[in-house]
C-alpha cells in the first residue's frame, strides 16, 4: 500500500514565527522523499503537520487522494519514526512493535505473526522479550522502525531517525532503510539534516530552507545544478566553491574575470552570458572539477595552498585565489606544500554561475 | 586522590548515619515505649530495652474511649482526601506540563498563593462557612480541607512526573491509533504512577498528620490526632506513647509499601531524549 500526498499552501506559524510558508508538495506513490535543510528551515514541522502532529494555520494536506487537513494522527494512515526512537519503556519490545495492531483490534495471533514478521525482517526477533532499557541505541531504532511498518501504513514518515546513532551504524542503518523501501514500497518521508544521507536515501530532494522549498530534484541535479547558492553551499563535503567573477567580452568570446585572471566558458553560455557584460556574478565550482597543476601560467588559474589534508582516498587542498579561499580535492599522491604556488583549470562543463543579488543560478546551463 | 575520595566517602557515610539517628531515634525509643509494661514506664531506673514485649499499653490505647472510631475517621479523611486530590491535581499537573496556554505561569503562582494563608488564619471563617453549608463536623469537611493543603504540592510534584515523560512517546501513541486521551492514559499515565504514588503517599501524609484544622472543624466526628490531642493533657504517659506510636505507624508502612514505586523509574528509560 502507497498513497500520494499532497501539499497545497500549507502555511505553519508558532506565534510570529512563520515555519512554513505556503508550501506546495507533491510526493508521488512509493516515493522516498527527503526532506533536507539546516536547523530551523521547517523541515521537521512539515512533517509532523502531514502526520497531524500540528494543525496548519492554512492549506490543505490530501493522502491518498483523501482530505486529511482535519483528521487527528490515528485516521491518517500514517506511521512515523521519532528522532528519539519514542519507544514505550513499560513495554516489551513486542507490545511496542504490536501496539499500533492492538490498537486497531487486530486478532491476537494476527498480531503475533505481524510482530515476528517484521522482527524478523529488522534483524530483532532474539529480542522480542526485553525491555528497552535492556536495548542499545541501534535496537531501539529498529524496534522504533518495526513498530512503524507492521502498521502497514499508507505513509512512512520518518523525523532524523539515524541522527542519534554513532557513525558506524548509521552507514549501516542507512543502507538498511534503503533495502527496507525497496520491498515494503511504502511512500516515505524522510526528515534530516544530513546531505550524504538525502543523496544516499532520497528519490528526491526537497530542499529547505527558510521555511519554503527552494529545490525539488532528483539527488544528481540536486548535487550537480543547485537553484541558488543556498543549496551549492549546503550540500557536498566540502561545499560548493564560490568565486566572484566579473563578465567580460572580447571579441566573440565571452569571458569570466576572476581578478586579473580570464576564464573560459562553454560557447554555447555565450549568447546569454554577453547580455551581462560588466557586471559582477558569482561562479560555482565544486572541489572534484578543479583541476591542480604544480605549475601556473597559461591557462590555469594562480592559487596559493594554505593546508592539504590527506583523505585517505582524496587529498584536500586549501587555497587562497585573490580574497577568496577555495577547496579543492585532488589525488592523495599529489605532494603539496604550504605557501607553493599552485595553478587550477575548471572542467568548463561543470563551471554553474550565479546572480550576485538574488544569489539564483543562471539558466542558460540547460540539461 | 584516592585518600581524598575515601575521605569524602566516609564523612558522607557519617552525615547520613547522624541524620538517620537523629530522625530515628524518638521514633525508636517511642515504639519501645508503648510495648513496655505499665509499670515499667514509671520505673527509676529506667531500662531502654523493656524486659517483656507487652501489648497491654497498646490494647489499652486502643480500647480507650473514642480512639477507633477516630482512627476510622482518620482513614476515611486520608482517603477522601487522596481521592479528590489526583482527582483533580493529576489533571492540572498534567496541563501545566503539556500545554502551553496564556496565564500558565500566573496559574502556577496562583496554586502556591493559596499556601500563604496559614490554617490557623482560615479556620474560623471556614468553620463558619461550613456550619452554614452543613459540611461543619462531617468528614467531608475536613477532607476538602485536607485537599486545599496538599492540592498546591501535590500539583507541582505531579507537574514535575509529567515533564520527565517525554511528550514523543504520547506523539508516538497517537500516531499508531491512539487519540489524546488514549494515549494519555496507555503511555503517560503508566509511566507516571511511581511519581503519582509519591504524590499519593505526600497527600495520605499531609491529611494523617494534620491536626489542626481537624481539631476545629469536628466536635464528634473527630480525626485520631485530634482525639489524641484533645484527650492529651488528661491521659496517663503510657497512652501518650502508645499514641504516639500508632500515629507513626502507617506513615511509615505506606511509605515502605510505596517505596518501590519510587525506585523503580523504569531502568532510566524514561527520562532519556
Known amino acids: ?367 | 586522590m584516592n585518600y581524598r575520595r575515601l575521605q569524602h566517602q566516609t564523612l558522607l557515610y557519617m552525615a547520613a548515619v547522624v541524620i538517620a539517628l537523629w530522625v530515628l531515634m524518638p521514633i525508636v525509643l517511642i515504639a519501645l515505649a508503648s510495648f513496655t509494661p505499665k509499670q515499667e514506664i514509671y520505673a527509676w531506673p529506667k531500662s531502654i530495652i523493656p524486659s517483656h514485649f507487652s501489648v497491654e499499653t497498646m490494647k489499652y490505647f486502643l480500647n480507650s474511649y473514642g480512639v477507633l472510631s477516630s482512627l476510622l475517621n482518620s482513614v476515611l479523611v486520608a482517603v477522601i482526601t487522596l481521592g479528590i486530590t489526583l482527582l483533580v491535581g493529576a489533571p492540572a499537573g498534567y496541563a501545566v506540563a503539556r500545554f502551553i496556554f496564556r496565564g500558565r505561569q500566573v496559574y502556577r503562582m496562583g496554586i502556591l498563593m493559596t499556601r500563604m494563608f496559614p490554617t490557623a488564619l482560615l479556620a474560623i471563617p471556614l468553620a463558619v462557612t461550613f456550619i452554614k453549608w452543613g459540611l461543619y463536623d462531617t468528614l467531608i469537611g475536613v477532607a476538602l480541607l485536607h485537599s486545599a493543603i496538599a492540592m498546591p504540592f501535590a500539583v507541582l510534584i505531579i507537574t514535575g512526573i509529567f515533564v520527565s515523560v517525554p511528550k514523543d512517546l504520547e506523539e508516538a501513541a497517537m500516531t499508531m491509533g491512539c487519540s489524546r486521551l488514549g494515549a494519555f492514559a496507555r503511555v503517560a499515565l503508566p509511566l507516571a504512577l511511581p511519581g503519582l504514588a509519591a504524590a499519593a503517599m505526600f497527600t495520605f501524609v499531609i491529611s494523617w498528620n494534620e491536626v489542626f484544622g481537624a481539631t476545629i472543624l469536628t466536635v464528634q466526628h473527630r480525626t485520631l490526632p485530634a482525639q489524641i490531642l484533645s484527650t492529651l493533657s488528661a491521659s496517663p504517659l503510657y497512652f501518650r506513647f502508645a499514641g504516639g506510636f500508632f500515629m507513626v505507624l502507617p506513615t511509615l508502612v505506606f511509605m515502605f509499601l510505596i517505596r518501590r514505586y519510587l525506585f523503580q523509574m523504569w531502568g532510566g528509560a524514561t527520562t532519556e531524549k
Open chain 1, 1 to 367: 500500500m502507497a498513497a500520494k500526498i499532497q501539499l497545497l499552501n500549507v502555511r505553519k506559524e508558532f506565534g510570529k514565527v512563520v515555519a512554513v510558508k505556503d508550501m506546495n508538495l507533491t510526493m508521488n506513490e512509493a516515493e522516498f522523499l527527503v526532506l533536507l535543510g539546516p536547523s530551523g528551515c521547517g523541515k521537521t514541522t512539515t512533517l509532523r503537520c502531514i502526520a497531524g502532529l500540528e494543525r496548519v494555520n492554512k492549506g490543505q494536506i490530501s493522502i491518498g487522494g483523501r482530505d486529511v487537513t482535519n483528521l487527528p494522527p490515528a485516521q491518517r494512515g500514517i506511521a512515523m519514526v521519532f528522532q528519539s526512537y519514542a519507544v514505550f519503556p513499560h513495554m516489551t519490545v513486542e507490545q511496542n512493535i504490536g501496539f499500533g495492531l492492538r490498537m486497531q483490534h487486530v486478532h491476537k495471533a494476527e498480531i503475533q505473526k505481524g510482530v515476528r514478521e517484521v522482527a524478523e525482517l529488522l534483524q530483532i526477533d532474539e529480542l522480542l522479550a526485553r525491555y528497552p532499557a535492556q536495548l542499545s541505541g541501534g535496537q531501539r531504532q529498529r524496534v522504533a522502525v518495526a513498530r512503524a511498518i507492521v502498521m502497514s501504513p499508507e505513509v512512512l514518515l520518518m523525523d532524523e531517525p539515524l541522527s542519534n546513532l554513532d557513525a558506524l551504524l548509521r552507514l549501516q542503518m542507512r543502507a538498511e532503510l534503503k533495502r527496507l523501501h525497496r520491498e515494503i514500497g511504502t511512500t516515505t518521508v524522510y526528515v534530516t539534516h544530513d546531505q550524504i544521507e538525502a543523496l544516499s536515501l532520497g528519490d528526491r530532494i526537497a530542499v529547505m530552507h527558510g521555511g519554503k522549498i527552494v529545490q525539488l530534484d532528483n539527488p544528481r541535479r540536486v548535487y550537480d545544478q543547485p537553484a541558488n547558492r543556498f543549496v551549492g553551499g549546503f550540500i557536498g563535503t566540502p561545499p560548493m566553491n564560490f568565486l566572484r567573477a566579473t563578465v567580460n567580452v572580447e571579441g566573440e568570446e565571452v569571458l569570466l574575470a576572476v581578478g586579473e585572471f580570464m576564464i573560459a566558458v562553454l560557447e554555447t553560455w555565450g549568447p546569454q552570458l554577453k547580455k551581462l557584460t560588466g557586471q559582477i556574478v558569482i561562479l560555482g565550482i565544486r572541489a572534484e572539477n578543479i583541476a591542480v597543476h604544480a605549475e601556473p601560467g597559461g591557462e590555469r588559474l594562480p592559487a596559493e595552498v594554505i593546508v592539504s589534508e590527506h583523505l585517505g582516498s582524496r587529498q584536500l587542498l586549501t587555497v587562497q585565489v585573490g580574497e577568496d579561499i577555495l577547496k579543492v580535492s585532488t589525488n592523495p599522491d599529489l605532494v603539496m606544500q604550504p605557501e607553493q604556488t599552485i595553478g587550477l583549470t575548471f572542467t568548463k562543463r561543470k563551471l554553474r554561475v550565479f546572480d550576485e543579488k538574488t544569489g539564483s543560478i543562471l539558466s542558460f546551463h540547460g540539461e
